[in-house]
């Protein structure tokens, strides 16, 4: 074994000190690294500052004003001279709309909500809010309107509730109270008892009891987005009924309405583990992480596909020449003239190979992290699987490492391809630039396949582009680390029709011990002329 | 002498043209052997099947006593070799070189690393990246890789390429101490004779793949006097000839206006003088015409091989 090691420590030794190599995992670590800072540059272009000025608010209630007016003498016009019926419907309309923006401006310019950061006038709860306090304020202005002669005590009451909510709703957003906003919504459910369907109205309810956990802030302070944090607490309280009640709801798009199935055991499983991941992490504090501006999530993924890049050509390039550039060069005569037998050369070769794959991709992880932490404050949540009904979890950059090894199945493979057409031609050229082309072909076929209407057929599954690509089948659960945008794409997402993990590994294990057999036996029999 | 390598009945082809046939030698311990043939004889091929570059199809190689098919690792541990061009990783010091080569080999630390460069006059420039060496300077850490872990086998394909004359002395004074002082097989191929008869103390004789002769270099001596021919400066070229009985008219070589040249040895010179001198036939000289290496290799392989 020790010539094992001297052939494996040689060749280590060799690659670090190849220029070529010095300069792309340079490349990994740079561009890992400080790629965040430039996308954190371009986006501070569009600086995080208040919402608007004063002067700005009350231009807008000017034109508001003026514009109502000008409607309201049109409306009068049109009514008087009989004019058509969807023309002053329209013009109602307007005229409606008109008000309403007169009056969030007219609130906006009282409570000088135009102070506030612009995250808090767009991704919190307040303008949901503010939405729910004109619909109060046209509400009571309706009731107003009603002749005298017409009004009950059914009436009084309608008022008198909606001008309750108006003062609930006006405190909470001069205070910015959420507990009060969501105490608010839960208490309108309670009007809908009688007429929406318990499916629909328990998921709802549970949703909003859900919420202050998830964010006590509603968005306030800018760490969530209240609509992500709706829409992660609609998730899970769909889940925990769907599990409790044994069904599946299923959207049908087409008609826009709910589908009610009866639950299968298989995704009774998946529903389950998704369920109690979503349970902990909520239960956990570690929402926030997952909900975060997805921003930073884009850049995360941008930095690693970039940095990627120079993996792959580091990757090609010392697998594509690791043996060809030696019996071009000739110094395959040191190793040849050693007391070392073939398979320990190419074996040690091998090793090195392997050992460079994992350094090259420990330095991606390393270096999209820390970049993205530094420059991004990006947090990175551990990842979460159900094991016998526990809940286990990964610290992220463990996890992260392992991810990308996995989902550079297809790099290892090719790596392997580069290796053996090394041992098979001296000229280093081939060796690095058919895995290369193999790797930009991969990516334009599987688009082709996803933009084509052909449909997944049996043979397809011995295909390697379906067996390569294994992150997702290894890692279900990864799509939790962006909570929102998994949510918003899995209720349109069908399932994949992709052979089964245990197919795919075996798949690929066969792929790379024939990739290794075919060198290591042109490499054990060649003769060096 | 102890037999350090053993080639038996050795033989290869590439696709149906044979390269190597049916070659057995032995090449002892402290004894320089000399590989000689033209370009293309097979010299490298053979040398190339002993240091494991190329399969042997039929026939046996022993190292030490080692089989080099079934016992590799250890019959290849007593070898230390140069093919073709010593070709070192251009990128890396001559240092790091033999470091790199030292992991392949047990027991050679820092100090043989120094020892090896010092033995070829290469310690001063030895930290320098080796693609701004030139070709004597591979040649000399090529030696020092061969050397650096003390083979007992050491084998050199064309080892003067490239050096200067006074490295070339050098090499030989460093292989014949190797050889003679600490009984060292060398095996060294070459198309040049001169360098063969200063360096060597057995030649083996290649031609198209068949290996012609073994002879030390006191046989080819022994040859090379025995092939010498002397020249008669005579007016009386046609008279003297008349004169010889035919035996020694079978010894008669070349004639011309003034002289004839005969086959003989300088202990014969008195003999056919005496001869021509009763005829009264005048001699005015004589000139030993000494034969050359070639000559005598030209003799022992019927003419069929050319050196260069």
New interface residues.
Partial sequence: M??L???Y??EM??QF???AVIFLSLFIVMSGFFLPALINIVMSFSPDTVSEDKATVEAQIDYRRNENKRLVDELDKATTSNADEYYIDDLQRQLQENSRQLFLAEVNLQMELYNEPSYVMTDSFIPHALSSLSNADEEIRALNSIEESERDDSWADTLEKEKQNYSILMDVIKNKDFAAYNAYQLDGYSDLLSFMPEYELTPRVEALEWLPTIDPTGGTDGKIIYDDAMSLARYASNLKYELENNVEFSNDYINESQNILVLSEDKRIDKQHEYDILLYKINNNQVAESLQDPNIAMSKNVSVEFSNFFVSILIFLAAGSIVSSELS?????????????RWKIHTGKFLALITLFFISLFLLCLATNIGNTVFLEFKGTPYLFVNNGEVVSIPYFIYDFIYLVVDHTLLFVLMLLAFMLSTLSRHSAVGIAVPFVLMMLTTWVNMLLMILPIGKKRWMDFIYIYNTDLSDRVFPMQKFFNLSEYIDTSQYMSHSNLPTLSFSVIYVLILCVCLFYIGFDSFT?K??? | MEVALRVNHVSKS?GKKKIIDDVSFELNRGEVFGFLGPNGAGKTTMI?MI?????VDNGKIEINGFDHHSQ??????S???I??????????SAV??LK??A????NVDHNRIQEALEMVGMQDRAREKTKKYSLGMKQRVGLA??LLHRPQVLILDEPTNGLDPAGIRELRDILKKLAHEEQVAVMVSSHQLSEMQLMCDRVGVISTGRLLSVNTMKELTLIKEHESSQRLLTPDVEKAILSLSDEWKDKVTAQAEDYIDLQINKAQINDILRVLLDQDIRVFGIQTIESTLEDAFLNITGGGLKIE
């Fill in positions: 020790n010539k090691w001297g052939v420590t040689n030794y060799k000190k190849r220029p060069s000739g110094s395959i005569k040191m190793l040849i003239v050693a007391p070392v037998r029999r003769d060096i002329k | 590439f190339k240091t494991g570059f190329l399969s590799y690792e250890k019959a290849m541990a070898i230390g070799a093919v073709e061009n010593p070709e070192l990783y251009r990128d890396l790091e070189n790199m080569y992991r392949l080999h047990d890789m061969a």
